[in-house]
């Protein structure tokens, strides 16, 4: 085949530092998911859906291929960074977590995540991030300890 042909979509997930409800005000929360979509965009992996509460964000992305999945990561978490200390003077505090959980999609369940990600809020009205991240980490087969992943 002389072309390389790619179709990877990624579900990211990753907290505010501490779960720190830095997102409270849903219409910087909103500004913050369009800046990731933009971000992403930017990196060459443009966002099927953003969205998340005040202390997390859900990004399902379609990867490019000229990016690592750890490159996309750290600019999607630097550029925000920076860029919500700037629109919100009382958020010089800002930080996300160190880490992230990136999971595959497969294309066939594209429209069930981002109606997951669209679900955000009253999802969180039943269930805690760390409820979530275990549902997830199960469902995926991924192996955890409970002393590091919830920094």
């Not at 379609?62 to 996309?72: A, E, F, N, Y």
């Not at 992230?100 to 069930?112: E, K, N, Q, R």
Request: glycine content about 10%; charged content about 20%; proline content about 2%.
């Amino acid at each position: 085949m002389p072309q390389t042909l790619s179709c990877v979509y990624l579900h990211i997930v990753f907290s505010t530092k501490n779960r720190a409800g830095f997102l409270m005000d849903s219409g910087l929360r909103k500004k913050m998911h369009a800046y990731l979509a933009g971000i992403a965009a930017n990196q060459g992996c443009p966002a099927v859906r953003v969205g998340g509460v005040a202390d997390h964000v859900h990004l399902l992305v379609r990867m490019g291929r000229g990016i690592t999945q750890s490159d996309l990561l750290r600019e999607l978490k630097r550029s925000s960074s920076v860029w919500v200390k700037t629109e919100s003077g009382n958020l010089g505090d800002f930080a996300w977590q160190n880490g992230a959980g990136l999971f595959s999609i497969s294309p066939g369940h594209v429209d069930a995540v981002c109606r997951y990600i669209e679900n955000q809020e009253s999802h969180h009205q039943e269930i805690s991030f760390q409820d979530e991240a275990r549902s997830i980490f199960t469902k995926y087969g991924i192996e955890w300890d409970e002393h590091y992943v919830w920094e």
